[in-house]
Nanobody
Framework: QVQMVESGGGSVQAGGSLRLSCASS????????MGWFRQAPGKEREGVAS????????YYADSVKGRFTISRDGAKNTLYLQMNSLKPEDTAVYYC???????????????????WGQGTQVIVSS
């Protein structure tokens, strides 16, 4: 069973920064796409950012473009999300996910991902 463990969440004031990490126990390079998703209370889970291991292409939701940066360290099997200029509307539980070998057609569509972490809370106060 693949485990994905997020860390780095917390509380920060608007304009601040946080860096999320996601350590994956997946062996080898089964997953091509890995991504970050978030879910705010009363809202559906939404895609934040995703990255393709093979092409290096990164995908971002319009709401975070220019503020968030996704990256991955293959040697450490770890995914990162650098979040700058945080806004109160970024408050949510953030989840990392991996495709587990599935073909991804829409990299920010949560339904296409197979492995999920337990989530880490991010709170941005105004």
């Amino acid at each position: 069973q693949v485990q994905m463990v997020e860390s780095g969440g917390g509380s920060v004031q608007a304009g601040g920064s946080l860096r999320l990490s996601c350590a994956s126990s997946e062996y080898g390079y089964s997953s091509n796409h890995m991504g970050w998703f978030r879910q705010a209370p009363g809202k559906e889970r939404e895609g934040v950012a995703s990255i393709s291991r093979r092409s290096g292409t990164a995908y971002y939701a319009d709401s975070v473009k220019g503020r968030f940066t996704i990256s991955r360290d293959g040697a450490k099997n770890t995914l990162y999300l650098q979040m700058n200029s945080l806004k109160p509307e970024d408050t949510a539980v953030y989840y990392c996910a991996a495709d587990g070998g599935r073909r991804i057609n829409f990299p920010l569509n949560s339904y296409e991902y197979h492995y999920w972490g337990q989530g880490t809370q991010v709170i941005v106060s105004s």
